[in-house]
């Protein structure tokens, strides 16, 4: 296996087991990540996007597969189960995208089909909004009012 496979399996193995901080140490300092949720988050935002999703997904349960790599690109396949904050059980479905520089990774790309997440998520308001723009631009706001919110109260 490639060791840039090998560090893509021990981020997801580190997500399965809630360890966030394991998570944050396959990423470059100045990593950069984004899904529809969280776009844009830089540096150790993206680890603490991590950390915080681990704490509060009292339920969450990660399986992931097809994880290929070579010196500067990798993938794979994850999926994720749990109860969102509205008590709306999720099961996600994401394909991620890396970069890798000096065995780790410098840009990490989720992509999940947003109206289906949506659905789950928030019933029916998702079903109806959940394509839109505007959807996905209130979900970005609330993401990273929460975000913000749970790193001021560790610092």
Not at 96 to 102: H, N, T
Not at 137 to 151: D, N, P, T
């Amino acid at each position: 296996m490639h060791p840039n496979a090998e560090t893509i399996q021990r981020f997801y193995t580190c997500f399965a087991a809630r360890d966030a901080a394991g998570m944050a140490a396959c990423y470059a300092d100045d990593v950069e990540f984004s899904d529809h949720a969280f776009p844009g988050l830089r540096g150790r935002e993206a680890g603490e996007m991590w950390r915080m999703l681990c704490e509060r997904g009292k339920d969450l349960k990660i399986e992931f597969r097809d994880v290929t790599a070579d010196d500067r690109r990798g993938s794979a396949h994850w999926e994720a189960w749990y109860t969102f904050s509205t008590g709306r059980k999720v099961h996600n479905v994401v394909e991620a995208r890396f970069e890798f520089r000096d065995g780790k990774i410098v840009r990490h790309d989720d992509d999940f089909p947003l109206w289906a997440w949506a659905r789950q998520a928030v019933g029916l308001p998702g079903l109806v909004l959940g394509w839109t723009g505007f959807f996905e631009r209130s979900l970005q706001r609330q993401a990273r009012r929460q975000l913000e919110a749970y790193m001021a109260g560790r610092s």
